[in-house]
Structures are given as C-alpha cells and as structure tokens.
T-cell receptor, first 114, second 113 residues
Framework: AQSVAQPEDQVNVAEGNPLTVKCTYSVSGNPYLFWYVQYPNRGLQFLLKYITGDNLVKGSYGFEAEFNKSQTSFHLKKPSALVSDSALYFCAVRDYSSASKIIFGSGTRLSIRP | DAMVIQNPRYQVTQFGKPVTLSCSQTLNHNVMYWYQQKSSQAPKLLFHYYDKDFNNEADTPDNFQSRRPNTSFCFLDIRSPGLGDAAMYLC????????????FGPGTRLTVT
C-alpha cells in the first residue's frame, strides 16, 4: 500500500533562512508525489508535483522539492523563508489502487519567526 | 478565474438537523471529491465522483450522502449531524483520473450545536 510520512509535526525557521519540510514515501511502483499548503481556515493549495524527469521540481511561491529515489524522500525546500510561508504543509502520493485518489501525510506546521 | 467555490463558508446546524453543503467548479473537471478535515489533521476522503460514477470510501458513515446533478455542482448531505461531525469540509476537483493534482475550494466549517 502507498503511504507518505512527515516525521516532523512542527518546523520553526527564522525569516531569511533556508527551510526544509521532510517527507518520505512508500510505494510499490513509480511514485506520483505532491506538496500542498494550507493557510488558516482555507482549503489546500497545490504547490508542486513529481511524476518523472528532473529530480528537482520547482513550484509556486519559490518552493521546490527534491525527489530522492534511493532515500525514498521528497523534501520540500525554499532558499529563504518568509513569514508569510507560515502554514500547514501536506505531502501526498497518488493511490495506485485508485488512480483518482491521493494519500496525504499527517502534515507539518511551518512557523517562520521574524 | 476558474475556481472551486463552496457555500456557505460557515454553517451552524443543530444536532440531528439535516444540512447540505454545496460545491461548484468552473474548471470543467471530471472528478469531484469531498473531504472531512478535523483540527489540522490530514483531510479524510469521504467519497468522490468520476463524472457520474460515485465512489464511496468504505469507512464513510451512512449519515453522509452526496449528489452530483451535473459536471459543475456537487452536494454533501449530512442526514443527522452529530457533535462528532463538526469539522471543515473540503471540496476538490481533478481534471481526470490520471491527473494527480487536486484543486480545493476554501472549505465549509460546520458547527453542530
């Protein structure tokens, strides 16, 4: 069965510093991986996805993610954090048992201090 | 702008009083989803439609029903809300089954009194 794990409930970073939000995956085939962000009292927003191709995927708001097959990881990164990046971040993987569905990780709350 | 719209944004209902949440989309996507999200947890899929084909999750309570009268609209009916049904309800769409990314509406926060 497919799954993703987000090992950190909370990540705290100072504004201007690089940030990383971790995600590891477990799939039986080639993974389709996603990152979503959720601001307070809002729906989720799609940030980026990896299907195939370059291991470094660029997305919205200056975020990027690095796919690492050997480490089964798909960490979200940004070179310089903004206070406005503070939000809840979800990693997700497409469910191969039902292509319409995606499986979310438990979420990581990112807090950027001024 | 093409988008997913949910109405109302906030809904208060009484214990046991039926309630309907609505979702509309201007993206012309084939797939529509309903999720329940509690307390910053991961969204939990309740059901989804691929066109008119309804797919219910095995652990979705019978208390939850859905209708999709046309491509643009989808409704979530909660027949007898309990206190445990208080949550954020998220509607999402996807272009088709192979397109993994989903586009979410802003959500409806349901309070049960």
């Amino acid at each position: 069965a497919q799954s993703v794990a987000q090992p950190e409930d909370q990540v705290n970073v100072a504004e201007g510093n690089p940030l990383t939000v971790k995600c590891t995956y477990s799939v039986s085939g080639n993974p389709y991986l996603f990152w979503y962000v959720q601001y307070p009292n809002r729906g989720l927003q799609f940030l980026l996805k990896y299907i195939t191709g370059d291991n470094l995927v660029k997305g919205s708001y200056g975020f990027e993610a690095e796919f690492n097959k050997s480490q089964t990881s798909f960490h979200l990164k940004k070179p310089s954090a903004l206070v406005s990046d503070s939000a809840l971040y979800f990693c997700a993987v497409r469910d191969y048992s039902s292509a319409s569905k995606i499986i979310f990780g438990s979420g990581t709350r990112l807090s950027i201090r001024p | 702008d093409a988008m997913v719209i949910q109405n109302p944004r906030y809904q208060v209902t009484q214990f046991g009083k039926p309630v309907t949440l609505s979702c509309s989309q201007t993206l012309n996507h084939n797939v529509m989803y309903w999720y329940q999200q509690k307390s910053s947890q991961a969204p939990k899929l309740l059901f989804h439609y691929y066109d008119k084909d309804f797919n219910n999750e095995a652990d979705t309570p019978d208390n939850f029903q859905s209708r999709r009268p046309n491509t643009s609209f989808c409704f979530l009916d909660i027949r007898s809300p309990g206190l445990g049904d208080a949550a954020m309800y998220l509607c999402a769409t996807s272009r088709d089954r192979r397109e993994g990314e989903q586009y979410f509406g802003p959500g409806t926060r349901l309070t049960v009194t």
